[in-house]
């Protein structure tokens, strides 16, 4: 069992680590929110849709469904337009001093981006679910269980951890300069994901 828990841990810790989307989003909302506790529809959130994803891919369900060619080129192409909107959002957003709760995004439409950005990032659910799918595939019964409480473990503390770093960094900045260039060193970086899917789904498509 603690194997189980310890593997499931520093997989997930490995996986969730990296500079992406769905991690730049929660950042945000932490940095841009006048207060924390305004960030938590984005975390939660995104929790959640990570939750559910990595019970999928532990149970076997969203490896078999991500087999039909077709439903992963739609997949695809739904994330690539959605991550080219999710850049020009963020590179047009403004932080000015003592006004940034005049950009940040009201509940509604913070569960709506960070779903978005936790479902429609082929790139992260496809590699989540091939890693963590085919690794529970060495634990059954309980053991399997516990293999997948760590990986939603790690979802949930690192997204309250940012959540947190990004509203510290709100307090700091009183000019809201880094904040600015935060915002456009991530939007780079969403369309940089972008390319990245739109060339996956080009040799998806010629394969």
């Known amino acids: 069992m603690c194997m189980a828990f310890l593997h499931g841990f520093c997989l997930a810790f490995g996986l969730i680590i990296p500079l992406g989307v769905q991690n730049i989003f929660i950042f945000n909302q ?5 207060r924390l506790s305004y960030a938590l ?14 019970l999928l891919a532990v149970f076997g369900v969203a490896f078999i469904v991500l087999q ?15 991550l080219l909107y999710m850049g020009f959002v963020t590179w047009r957003t403004k932080v000015r001093a003592g006004d940034s709760h005049k950009y940040s995004l009201p509940a509604s439409r ?11 990032n082929p790139h992260a659910v496809i590699d989540s679910i091939t890693v963590i799918g085919s690794n529970s595939l060495n634990y059954s019964d309980a053991a399997k269980w ?23 960094l709100h307090e700091l900045d009183h000019e809201g300069i880094w904040l600015q260039r935060i915002n456009k060193l991530s939007a780079v970086i969403i369309w940089s994901v972008a390319a990245y899917i739109g060339w996956q789904l080009l040799r998806l498509m010629y394969e």
């Open 30 to 34: 932490g940095a841009t929110q006048p």
């Open 41 to 54: 529809p984005s975390v939660l959130t995104a929790a959640l849709c990570d939750t559910f994803l990595i």
């Open 68 to 82: 039909i060619i077709w439903l992963k080129e739609v997949i695809f192409i739904i994330g690539f337009l959605f």
């Open 110 to 120: 913070q569960i709506l981006f960070a779903a978005s950005v936790s479902i429609l």
């Open 146 to 168: 516990v293999f997948a409480f760590a990986c939603i473990l790690v979802s949930w503390v690192w997204f309250f951890g940012l959540a947190f770093l990004g509203h510290k």
